[in-house]
Structure formats: C-alpha cells, structure tokens
T-cell receptor, first 110, second 114 residues
Framework: QKEVEQDPGPLSVPEGAIVSLNCTYS??????FMWYRQYSRKGPELLMY????GNKEDGRFTAQVDKSSKYISLFIRDSQPSDSATYLC??????????FGTGTSLTVIP | DAEITQSPRHKITETGRQVTLACHQT?????MFWYRQDLGHGLRLIHY???????NKGEVSDGYSVSRSNTEDLPLTLESAASSQTSVYFC?????????????FGQGTRLTVV
C-alpha cells in the first residue's frame, strides 16, 4: 500500500464550479501537508501548505487536513479555465523527504 | 532570482548508453532530489542528497546513480539506459529543517530510450 493515495481522475468541471480534490494517507507521523499544481510540460509548483490539522484559505483555494481520518482536501471555488492542471498532494514527516500522491488531472471547461 | 535548472530539456538515447542529466540550483539548498514522473505512478523518488558528499537511494534507484560534489549540482546518471527508463525526470531542492515546506522543481527533462 502506498503511503499517499490520490484519485488520478481525470476530473472535468464547468467554469464556476466548486472542485474538491482529496488524498488519503496511512502514516500518522505526517505533519506537513502540501498541494502542488503542475501545468502541462512544467514542473510542480507549491500552491498551499498546512501544518497539522485544520483549514487554510488563500483566495479561491482552501486546504483542509483531518488527521484523525488521515484525509486532506483542496477546494477550488469559482473554478477558472486557468485552473486546468494536475494537482498533487504532498506530505512530510519531521525529516526532509516529501511523499507525493499520483496527482489528479483537472480540466475546467469554459 | 534563485532558480533550479535542468539540462537537457529533451534527450533521445539508445539502449545501453550511459546518460547524465544535469541539475543546478542557486537557492543554496542542502537538500536535492531526483524524481521520475510516469502516467499512473506520479512522482517517484530516485535518489536524494542532504548535503555535499551525501547520497541516498529512493524508491526506484536501480539503474541510476548520483554524486554530490558541491551544493549547487546533483547530476543523475543512467548507467546503461533501458527502455523502461523512458520518462520525465524532475530535479527538486529544498531547505533543511522542520519548516522546509516547499520543494522547488526544475522544468523537467523528457528522456526517451530507443
């Protein structure tokens, strides 16, 4: 079993929809939770991060962490065609290594 | 501005040849990582380094090697390229310490082994 599981999609939504992206994990030692966005033929870029449990909001994006359920989510409100990308969750324990999900491919249709 | 660059961006090589992919970062980060990205597998860790002369094997290290002779560079060598190593390769770097929440990625190298 992989330490981080993510539904690869693909996910296709109309412009303006609310998007929910999710990851589950098995290692309770993970403390740092991140979402990366990767446009086609580009490297991943950090979108948001949260430490431990709770919510974090940044504009149209909200990251949620539920450590009791080992479940993290990224919500995108009022989705735009420019949000079309692959979204990867990532996690880290106290060490320096990152553990990535497989990524979910999102297409926002105008 | 600090950055991380990979070269070449695209490479076609023949089975059995030795290939080296370059990664150079100007962030002065101690941590550097090599990943490969394949459909259905996401990012898989090949090798990583936490400092000069430090190297460690990742999840899919067979057939690959790295060396770290300075802070800025972590070249990835495919000793004898195989078709199974056709992939997109990403280099990344990050700070050390508990608050290194961000890994900075290069643009990727698309390698085709024929």
């Amino acid at each position: 079993q992989k330490e981080v599981e993510q539904d690869p999609g693909p996910l296709s939504v109309p412009e303006g929809a609310i998007v929910s992206l999710n990851c589950t994990y098995s290692n309770s030692a993970f403390q740092y939770f991140m979402w990366y966005r990767q446009y086609s033929r580009k490297g991943p870029e950090l979108l948001m991060y949260t430490y431990s449990s709770g919510n974090k909001e940044d504009g149209r994006f909200t990251a949620q962490v539920d450590k009791s359920s080992k479940y993290i989510s990224l919500f995108i409100r009022d989705s735009q065609p420019s949000d079309s990308a692959t979204y990867l969750c990532a996690m880290r324990r106290t060490g320096n290594q990152f553990y990535f999900g497989t990524g979910t491919s999102l297409t926002v249709i105008p | 501005d600090a950055e991380i660059t990979q070269s070449p961006r695209h490479k076609i090589t023949e089975t059995g040849r030795q290939v080296t992919l370059a990664c150079h970062q100007t962030w002065n980060h101690n941590n550097m990582f090599w990943y490969r990205q394949d459909l259905g597998h996401g990012l898989r860790l090949i090798h990583y380094s936490y400092g000069v002369h430090d190297t460690n094997k990742g999840e899919v290290s067979d057939g690959y090697s790295v060396s770290r002779s300075n802070t800025e560079d972590l070249p990835l060598t495919l000793e004898s390229a195989a078709s199974s190593q056709t992939s997109v390769y990403f280099c990344a770097s990050s700070e050390s310490g508990p608050m290194n929440t961000e890994a900075f990625f290069g643009q990727g190298t698309r390698l085709t082994v024929v």
